[in-house]
RNA sequence: GGCGCGUUGGAGAAGUGGCUUAACUCACCAGCCUUUCACGCUGGCAUCCAGGGGUUCGAAUCCCCUACGCGUCACCA
C-alpha cells in the first residue's frame, strides 16, 4: 500500500492566488482521499520578493478555504523545518556531493557574457543554453579564481544527448532532449540554491509522493529530473493540471493574471464568496464529477476526486458560474452565518450602525434572509436594499399596466393606501393580514393583486415575497411609494 | 525562434475506436408548481467535435499536415 504524501509548496511573494488555491485543492483532495498527508512548505529563496505578510495572507486563505495541514509550517512534523531557508545545510550537502562527484561544477562567467551568449543563441534560433565554458576548468583553475573570491554559481553538469521522459499522471508521457536544457544553475551567486534544485530536496526529504502543481512547471519537470538523477534519487508522480485562463479586457483568454480583475483568494473573500462556494467551483476547474451533480461539500469532494477526471485542456474562470454556485450556498445557508457574512457588508454601506441595536440587527437578519434568494453574493446586498429605499422611476411595463389594467389596479392601490393608513405598524404578518384583507375586500387576488404591488413599490416585475419586502422597507416608506405611485398612474 | 501543451454549443465541460441520434452544468426560451416573484420540476437549445488529408467495416476519439491559442526557455518560484 502506497503512502500518500503531497505538498502545497508557495513561495510567499504575494496573496494566495486563484490558480494557488485550486493547485492545493487537488492535493489536499488526494493526500485525504488515501488518508495520507497534507504537507505545507514555503518557498522563500527569492530573498528580493519574499515576505512575511505574503506567507500570513497565504495561511490564512488556505485554513479559511478550510484546508488545514497535517505536516508543515507552524505545527512542524517529522520532515522540518519547513521553510527552505531554514533548510540551507540540507542543499549544501547535496551540493558538495555532487561537486565532488563531477556531477556539478563552479561557474565563474559573468552575466554581461552570458546575456550576450543567449542573445546570440536566440538570433540564430536556437534555444537559449549555457556553453559550458566553465565545465572543463582544472580543479587547480577552480581553486585559483575561487581563491581570488571571484563570484560564481555552481551548475548541475547535464548529461549530453539524452532524453528525459517525464511519466505525466494527466498528460501522459512528455519527453524532453536533455541537449534543449543545458547546464543550468542551482545554486546563485549568492549562494542560496535556485527553486529547481531546493524543490527536489525537499520533495525528497518530505517523502512527497504526488506533486500536483500548475502546467507551467511542466517544462521545469525535466530539469528537476536530471537533479534526481544526479542525486540517486527516485522520481515521484506527477501530475501537471491545465492553467486557469481569464477572458482579458478585449476578450481574450489568457492565465488568469492582474489584467482580470480579482486573482487572489482574499479579493473573492472580501467580495463576499463563501468558502465552500470558492472550494467548489475551484474543484470544478480543470476536474470533473461523474454523476450530473455539481454541488458538493469538501467531503464529498475528496471522496470524488481523481487525477483520471482531470482535464489537459485549460479550464476557464467563469466567474457567472462561481456566482451561481454561491448563490445556491447562500441559499443553503443558516441564518445566523448569513448574518456574520451579510452584516459587515451593512455596515460598510451605512445601512446598520457600527454598534446596531437589537431591532437595527432584527432588521438586517431579516432583510438579508429576505433577499438570500436574490443575490449571488453577499456584496450585492447594500445595493439591492437601496434600490428599494429610493424613489422608483416606473418604466413604460408600469405604465403599460395601468393603461391594460386602471380599475384593478387603482382598486389595489387605494386599498393598499387605506391599510397602510391604518397599520401605523408593520412586520411580515401585519403585511399578509394586509393582502388578505384587500384580496377579501375587493375580490381581486393572485397575479393581479401581487404583481400590481410589487411593480408599484419597486418598479419591477421580480423581487422577494412582498411580505418580507414589507420589513425591507417599513411601514413609512411602504406608505409614501403607495402614494407616489397613484399620482403617477392617475396621470397616466 | 526552439521546446512543450491544448482546440467539442452563447459559456463551462463529459467523452480515450462501435452503447453517441455528442452526457451534464450555467445562460436563454416554453410549460408546470407557487394567491405574485424566486426556488423546484418538465421540455427545447451542437446533423456535429478548429481546417484538410490518411488508417479502419466503423473516428470527436488513432496518424500526418496546416491554422489558431496558451505555457516555457532567468543567478523568479
Avoid at 224 to 243: C, E, M, R, T, W
Wanted: aromatic content about 8%; glycine content about 8%; overall charge negative.
Amino acid at each position: 500500500m502506497e503512502n500518500y504524501r503531497l505538498r502545497f509548496a508557495p513561495s510567499p511573494t504575494g496573496p494566495l492566488h486563484i490558480g494557488g488555491a485550486r493547485s492545493a485543492l487537488f492535493n489536499y483532495f488526494l493526500a485525504k482521499k488515501h488518508k495520507g498527508c497534507f504537507v505545507m512548505r514555503m518557498e522563500d529563496t527569492d530573498l528580493e520578493r519574499s515576505n512575511k505578510a505574503s506567507e500570513k495572507n497565504i495561511k490564512d486563505s488556505l485554513k479559511w478555504l478550510g484546508m488545514d495541514w497535517d505536516e508543515g509550517i507552524d505545527i512542524g512534523g517529522d520532515y522540518g523545518p519547513y521553510r527552505q531557508m531554514e533548510r540551507l545545510d540540507i542543499y549544501k550537502e547535496a551540493i558538495d556531493k555532487l561537486l565532488a562527484e563531477g556531477k556539478a561544477y563552479y561557474c565563474f562567467c559573468s552575466e554581461d557574457d552570458l546575456t550576450s551568449e543567449k542573445e546570440a543563441q536566440q538570433q540564430r534560433g536556437e534555444t537559449p543554453k549555457y556553453s559550458g565554458k566553465c565545465r572543463n576548468l582544472t580543479k587547480e583553475q577552480q581553486q585559483e579564481l575561487l581563491d581570488k573570491g571571484t563570484p560564481h554559481v555552481i551548475r548541475l553538469n547535464v548529461p549530453k544527448g539524452e532524453q528525459i521522459v517525464v511519466h505525466d499522471l494527466v498528460r501522459g508521457d512528455v519527453s524532453f532532449e536533455t541537449d534543449g536544457i543545458g547546464d543550468f544553475i542551482i545554486v546563485k551567486s549568492d549562494g542560496i540554491p535556485v527553486y529547481n534544485f531546493a524543490v527536489v530536496l525537499d520533495d525528497v526529504t518530505m517523502k512527497i509522493s504526488h506533486i500536483i502543481r500548475g502546467e507551467e512547471h511542466l517544462s521545469n519537470t525535466p530539469r528537476q529530473i536530471a537533479v534526481y538523477n544526479a542525486l540517486g534519487y527516485d522520481v515521484p508522480k506527477f501530475a501537471h493540471i491545465s492553467l486557469i485562463l481569464g477572458r482579458d479586457d478585449e476578450g481574450k483568454m489568457t492565465k488568469m493574471s492582474k489584467r482580470h480583475g480579482s486573482t487572489s483568494v482574499v479579493a473573492y473573500q472580501q467580495q463576499g464568496f463563501l468558502p465552500e462556494a470558492i472550494v467548489n467551483f475551484l474543484a470544478l476547474l480543470g476536474w470533473s464529477p461523474d454523476g450530473e451533480e455539481e454541488l458538493f461539500t469538501m467531503d464529498e469532494l475528496i471522496k470524488q476526486f481523481s487525477l483520471e477526471k482531470v482535464s489537459k485542456s485549460p479550464a476557464v474562470f467563469d466567474i457567472e458560474k462561481l456566482k451561481w454556485i454561491n448563490g445556491m450556498y447562500i441559499r443553503k445557508a443558516s441564518a445566523e452565518r448569513l448574518l456574520e457574512y451579510g452584516l459587515p457588508f451593512l455596515k460598510k454601506a451605512g445601512l446598520v450602525k457600527r454598534n446596531p441595536k437589537m431591532a437595527e440587527m432584527i432588521w438586517a437578519m431579516m432583510s438579508i434572509d429576505a433577499l438570500k434568494n436574490h443575490i449571488t453574493c453577499f456584496s450585492e446586498l447594500p445595493d439591492i436594499i437601496n434600490k428599494y429605499r429610493s424613489k422608483v422611476s416606473y418604466d413604460d411595463e408600469v405604465a403599460a399596466m395601468v393603461k391594460e389594467n386602471r380599475e384593478t389596479v387603482m382598486t389595489v392601490m387605494n386599498a393598499m393606501k387605506a391599510k397602510l393608513e391604518e397599520y401605523k405598524t408593520l412586520n411580515s404578518d401585519t403585511y399578509k393580514q394586509i393582502l388578505k384583507e384587500i384580496k377579501n375586500e375587493t375580490g381581486i387576488g393572485g397575479r393581479d393583486l401581487f404583481h400590481t404591488i410589487r411593480l408599484a413599490k419597486t418598479g419591477e416585475g421580480e423581487g422577494p415575497d412582498l411580505d418580507k419586502l414589507a420589513v425591507i422597507m417599513g411601514r413609512d416608506l411602504m406608505l409614501e411609494r403607495t402614494k407616489e405611485f397613484l399620482t403617477f398612474a392617475e396621470n397616466i
